[in-house]
């Protein structure tokens, strides 16, 4: 006998929950959720479960899970913040039933020290399970394993090693992928780089979508995440630099793989600008060398000395000097520490709100990083009609600023001081930029636009999927999945 909990849809559409009972072996419909007794306590993950039946799922509503290394508003990433609003937004949606979200207990991804507690939460409308990460990052074993696996010889039996000294180590995790494995339509996997992504997604390999947020770096040439992308069911790439980027390292002409993005809101929060007694520029991320903060406080510190006694032509106050230029760098430190000098502030870990009054009141935004999928501080800048200086290096930035026509470069042959020097000093010469970058933003990046790719990709993946042919639910109708 089969059992339900599902929605009925009214004349209009709209999807709307009926009482449990019995239904045919052809019905169509999807289970309720979300109840206190559909849940394991805070803290247990039980793999042991009862008899199953099976519960036929109506397509239209979809049970969606995501895979990633670090979820949470605490958290500091680029792809950890493209997950996190994606599943947000899905939670909101009425054709997906349930959103949830496997993760670690961690934070800080320079170390994977636990933070959050292990097991269930709700956060923001998404059911959110996290597991504890056994060992935190080992360094030096990863530098060892790394000369054996990713340089030299590059002996595949040191991959693994490799991969559990870089973190995060949670072996719980892709143990519970296959007790969940039926319970899902789609498992989203963000990062091929970490360990939840490379030994969980072969697991539900059928169910799975791959958000690869690949960059041109040595753990590229791993087998086991080029395996990946033929392991997959589907390739959700940022960009077309991306998607071209992979398509040099590994064959997918076999497996579904489509440039779907992450949005920007294109209607952000009224929220004021952030006036500072000075003018400043912004950096938005992970504080640490590898994404080119160093080359970016040289650069601006150049610029200060060479156009010091220099007027400076800022967006929102009246002319200063360039030595009245400050830095502020926003977001948590990784393995840098402030110098002490007052030239360049701290400003740590931002809400999302201060993020936009500092996107308003900057003079422009640098984004040093050579490796980017997206680079979503570039496009949000853009929204907001804010400046943006990216280094050249990087594919997909020089990408987003040569076809936009909005974003200005540096590199070797344009060092950040002299492009600094012409945005800042030379009147108008960022004029009708603005208006580019907003148009681009709009064009390519609205968050309807990109969830309509997005569900596009999710539904091929559902519909070829064993959810065809059900899910499981435990003898009193529950899931825990």
Known sequence: MLYALGRTRDDAGHGTRVQAGRVSPNAYSAPEVGSASAQPACGTNTFDRPQTTTVVLDHGFMRIAFVVQRYGQQVNGGAEQHCRDIAERLAARNDVERVKVFTTCARDHTTWANYFPRGMSIERGVQVERFPVLTQRNQALQSIFGRLALRGPRLTSFEAPWLIAQGPFVPELPLRLNA?????????????????????????????????????????????????????????????????????????????????????????????????????????????????????????????????????????????????????????????????????????????????????????????????????????????????????????????????????????????????????????????????????????YAWSSVMDRFMAVARYVAKGSESAQGYERDEHGHDDG
């Open 180 to 444: 969940a494995r039926k319970r899902f339509d789609v498992f989203v996997f963000f990062s091929y780089l970490y360990y939840p992504t490379i030994f969980g997604l072969p697991r539900v390999a059928e169910r799975s979508m791959f958000v690869p947020t690949a960059h041109d770096e040595l753990p590229l040439r791993l087998s086991r995440a080029l395996r990946l992308f033929n392991q997959t069911r589907a390739i959700a790439f940022n960009t077309r630099e991306e998607k071209q980027l992979v398509e040099s390292r590994v064959d997918i002409s076999g497996t579904r793989a489509d440039i779907v993005g992450c949005g920007v809101d294109t209607d952000p929060p009224d929220v004021e600008a952030e006036r500072r007694n000075k003018p400043y520029l912004l950096y938005l991320g992970r504080i640490e060398t590898a994404k080119g903060v160093p080359e970016l406080i040289r650069g601006f510190r150049a610029f200060r000395r060479g156009c010091a006694d220099r007027s400076i032509h800022t967006r929102l106050g009246p002319q200063r000097l360039g030595r009245d230029l400050e830095l502020v760098l926003a977001g948590r430190g990784g393995d840098m520490k402030s110098d002490g000098a007052k030239d360049v502030h701290w400003a740590g870990f931002v809400s999302d709100q201060r993020r936009v009054a500092l996107l308003r009141g900057c003079e422009a935004v640098v984004i040093p990083g050579k490796l980017d999928s997206l680079s979503l501080s570039l496009l949000e800048a853009w929204a907001l009609s804010t400046p943006t200086l990216a280094t050249s290096e990087c594919a997909v930035k020089r990408g987003h600023s040569q076809r936009s026509g909005a974003g200005l470069l540096f590199g070797p042959e344009a060092p950040l001081e002299d492009v600094l020097e012409k945005l800042l000093c030379v009147p108008g010469w960022y004029a009708g930029a603005a208006e580019a970058g907003e148009r681009y933003v709009r064009d390519n």
